[in-house]
């Protein structure tokens, strides 16, 4: 199919007639995107359409990209009839196909309105990204957004490529034979990867990616697809670096950068539980080296008697991807093999318990993460199971196929709004950090003692 494309921004849409609204911005077939004047953009949260204000906007935050969405019909607000419904044609140039346009927002939005529009006959599945709803208003481009983090860990500004290129070189003097660091050249320089970025940039947190292989085949695996019309955004690791390989970088990284955070569990690899056990030796060595960096663990935390071992070893946190807190939606979207979400539970558990920070990868979806039925079920995991963290991740999968999914599973309710959702959450539980990023154990704010009281028997 044809991915959607960046727009070349060739026309700059007018001002609404009526305030606050945003105009709806559409694309042509070669991807220049244009006002479609006395049409109000409309965002979709599931099946509640709505027209954009830009009280309930953001300016599209720097980094983000626009694209057009093939095979699709954007829908969109009248203005003169109040009537949301879909615009095929381009009502100004008979005969010219209209398209939808998405923002792919920059990290640390997390979504509160999709791209609304409906599918032509036909449509292909939308690639591996997230779509938010955009317009226009006044100066810019404007997205249905919030934002939960304003670290500049992945701000494009500050990773110029000719010093990421300088940092790579070093590292080849420094370290000459290691192939997890021939790895993260490839990922910086042919993937763009920001956290391959900043390894080389000597700044925040570094990858090592060591799983080959991983326990469940989610629908949205950015490396390795089992859906033949969806296509991984990068290619897993092809080896499992060795336990010296993996001590070399994390050691380098922590002397040079200070509050360092180093990561098992990548985009570029599977779960890093699956190779625990060259995992757990290289964190014990590091932690026989140093005191200094926050270890770190990216996982779906699908096997605790393999977790156990690396917490003993000195692993300071836990970030546990979750669509859902509940086991049927999981299970639709991770499809696990070999476990069942009543062990991932048992992880956060297990690491609450020994006094890590644990976080929530909670992967986002309005629609469905703020349905009466997910929200009421993420209060009563989070009285139950007090992690420190959640973050606000947006899902990179077709939206309206994910609620077609999720629908399958269980009916979905009326959705009450992100925006309220996050609200709602901050005044019950005070003390639950939003973020994006993993936090250094320096910015650890919750009592992690505390914690571990709460869930002990």
């Not at 720097?62 to 969109?76: I, K």
């Not at 509160?112 to 006044?138: D, K, M, N, V």
């Not at 034979?177 to 570094?206: I, W």
Request: aromatic residues 8%; proline residues 8%.
């Amino acid at each position: 199919m044809k991915r959607p494309q960046r727009s070349s921004g060739k026309r700059k849409p007018e001002q609404s007639k009526k305030p606050g609204l945003l105009v709806a911005v559409v694309a042509n077939e070669n991807g220049e995107i244009f006002d479609l004047e006395g049409f109000a953009a409309v965002g979709a949260d599931g099946q509640v359409l709505s027209p954009m204000t830009t009280e309930d906007t953001i300016e599209l935050p720097y980094g983000s990209e626009l694209m057009f969405l093939p095979d699709r019909v954007p829908v969109v607000m009248d203005l003169e009839t109040g009537q949301i419904g879909p615009v095929e044609r381009n009502p100004y140039a008979p005969g010219e196909r209209i398209f939808p346009v998405a923002a792919f927002n920059s990290p640390g939005v997390v979504l509160t309105r999709t791209c609304a529009y409906e599918e032509r006959p036909g449509a292909a599945i939308l690639p591996l990204f997230s779509y938010g709803a955009a317009g226009w208003q006044g100066p810019g481009f404007r997205s249905a957004g919030i934002v939960v983090d304003t670290e500049p860990r992945q701000d494009l500004r500050r990773m110029l490529r000719e010093n990421i290129v300088s940092g790579v070189e070093q590292m080849r003097r420094q370290l000459p034979d290691n192939r997890l660091v021939r790895h993260l050249e490839h990922c910086a320089l042919t993937y763009g990867c920001p956290a391959g970025k900043n390894f080389f940039l000597g700044r925040y947190e570094a990858p090592l990616p060591t799983s080959r292989t991983c326990n469940a085949r989610c629908l949205g695996c950015i490396s390795l697809q089992h859906n033949d019309r969806l296509t991984s955004s990068q290619n897993r690791i092809a080896f499992t670096p060795s336990v010296e390989e993996i001590v070399d970088v994390a050691l380098a990284h922590i002397a040079r950068v200070e509050k360092s955070v180093v990561s098992f569990g990548q985009g570029c690899e599977g779960d890093p539980l699956m190779a625990a056990g060259t995992i757990g030796p290289a964190i014990a060595r590091i932690r026989e080296k140093t005191a200094l960096g926050t270890i770190n663990l990216n996982t779906n935390a699908s096997l605790p008697h393999r977790l156990a071992p690396l917490l003993d070893a000195g692993l300071d946190s836990l970030r546990v991807s979750m669509n859902s807190v509940r086991e049927a939606c999981y299970t639709a979207y991770f499809r696990p093999k070999g476990y069942r979400f009543s062990q991932v539970v048992e992880s956060i558990d297990l690491a609450i318990a020994k006094g890590r920070h644990v976080a929530i990868n909670y992967l986002n979806c309005p629609g469905f993460t703020d349905s009466p039925e997910e929200a009421a079920a993420l209060f009563v995991f989070l009285e139950k199971h007090p992690v420190h963290q959640i973050q606000w991740r947006n899902l990179n999968f077709d939206p309206q196929r994910y609620l077609q999914a999720m629908n399958t599973v269980t009916p979905l309710g009326p959705p009450v709004g992100m925006a309220p959702l996050l609200q709602m959450i901050r005044k019950r539980f005070p003390d639950l950090q939003y973020g994006y990023f993993n936090p250094s154990k320096e910015r650890f704010q919750v009592s992690l003692a505390g914690a571990a009281k709460k869930i002990a028997p």
